[in-house]
């Protein structure tokens, strides 16, 4: 299983980003896939999921509605698109095999808001 996160950076509060995560090793078709997030200081936090079929996205509460998880699977890829950032959206986020975000993890890639 390898899974590569990319698309983080820093952005103003309000701000918008697309992360993408490139799996391979696996049959990515076949699993559900999750987004999970770690604040400085603060737990792993579980954000997203979405079946493997790309059905029933399902969001943690501070996020829905801000933020969209969606996945190609002709490419193996799954994203994370985050709108109207707030400050409490900076954090290392990771990609993870499966649907309650505490299988395999990517290196992650580095979300920071601030003004």
């Known amino acids: 299983v390898h899974l590569m996160e990319s698309g983080g950076g820093t952005v103003q509060p309000g701000g918008s980003l697309t992360l993408s995560c490139a799996a391979s090793?696996?049959?990515?078709?076949?699993?559900?896939m999750s987004w999970v997030r770690q604040a400085p200081g603060k737990p792993l936090e579980w954000v997203a999921r979405i079946s493997n079929a790309g059905q029933f996205p399902t969001y943690e509460d501070s996020v829905k509605g801000r933020f969209t998880i969606s996945r190609d699977n002709a490419n193996g890829t799954l994203y994370l698109h985050l709108t109207d950032l707030k400050s409490d959206g900076t954090g290392m986020y990771y990609c993870v095999k499966g649907s309650n975000g505490k299988g395999k993890r990517g290196q992650g890639t580095q979300v920071t808001v601030t003004s």
């Open positions: 090793g696996f049959t990515f078709v076949a699993y559900w």
